[in-house]
Antibody
Framework: QVQLVQSGSELKKPGASVQVSCKAS????????INWVRQAPGQGLEWMGW????????TYAQGFTGRFVFTLDTSVSTAYLQISSLKTEDTAVYYC??????????WGQGTLVTVSS | QSALTQPASVSGSPGQSITISCTGT?????????VSWYQQHPGKAPKVMIY???KRPSGVSNRYSGSKSGNTASLTITGLQAEDEADYFC???????????FGTGTKVTVV
């Protein structure tokens, strides 16, 4: 069965970096793009961007350029989100999701990133 | 691009029907047949309920249906049940420059 399994919660200090992983199984990883979605505490969903799992080419939404980087390791069917120079306002749950055709059919369980001094 | 507009809350009694609206623009909701709806229970990942405006994924109850008129999409839940109590988000494709925009979210309460 299709699964996206994300790495565990992270507690970081402002200015640090964090990497969130999203390991796919149950399908051919390079057949579907991966979207990244942020949800701040008590807030709605925000699309961060996507990565083409065939080419590795990332696309970032407005507001997610510069400190946010999407990468892949296709040898282990895993997508990564790296956030650098963390700010307290980056505290959120980050989700990866598979995109079959302009919608998200399978989601990771989410990774809580807490940024606090 | 601004978030799609949804009512903050909608409530209904068990067995009733409710409809959640999702208003966008002619650049997103009104221009593509690519609105999806997601249900999210507290502490859980979102789950797709409707995609491509009106299609229901395998395994989703037929009590859920999607529709659209102009720049406004709607999600209707019939025969409301306690398990339907959750947050619901719409999402639309908005073209190659914007890609996706989510709605503001609606809390559904079964009273």
């Amino acid at each position: 069965q299709v699964q996206l399994v994300q790495s565990g919660s992270e507690l970081k200090k402002p200015g640090a970096s964090v990497q969130v992983s999203c390991k796919a199984s149950g399908y051919t990883f390079t057949s579907f793009p991966i979207n990244w979605v942020r949800q701040a505490p008590g807030q709605g969903l925000e699309w961060m961007g996507w990565i083409n799992t065939n080419t590795g080419n990332p696309t970032y939404a407005q507001g997610f350029t510069g400190r946010f980087v999407f990468t892949l390791d296709t040898s282990v069917s895993t997508a990564y989100l790296q956030i650098s120079s963390l700010k307290t306002e980056d505290t959120a749950v980050y989700y990866c999701a598979r995109d079959p055709s302009s919608w998200n059919d399978y989601w990771g369980q989410g990774t809580l990133v807490t940024v606090s001094s | 691009q601004s978030a799609l507009t949804q009512p903050a809350s909608v409530s209904g009694s068990p067995g009733q029907s409710i409809t959640i609206s999702c208003t966008g623009t002619s650049s997103n909701v009104g221009n593509y047949k690519l609105v999806s709806w997601y249900q999210q229970h507290p502490g859980k990942a979102p789950k797709v309920m409707i995609y491509e405006d009106t299609k229901r994924p395998s395994g989703v109850s037929n009590r859920y249906s999607g529709s659209k008129s102009g720049n406004t999409a709607s999600l209707t839940i019939t025969g409301l049940q306690a398990e339907d109590e959750a947050d619901y988000f719409c999402c639309s494709y908005g073209g190659r420059n914007t890609f996706y925009v989510f709605g503001t979210g609606t809390k559904v309460t079964v009273v």
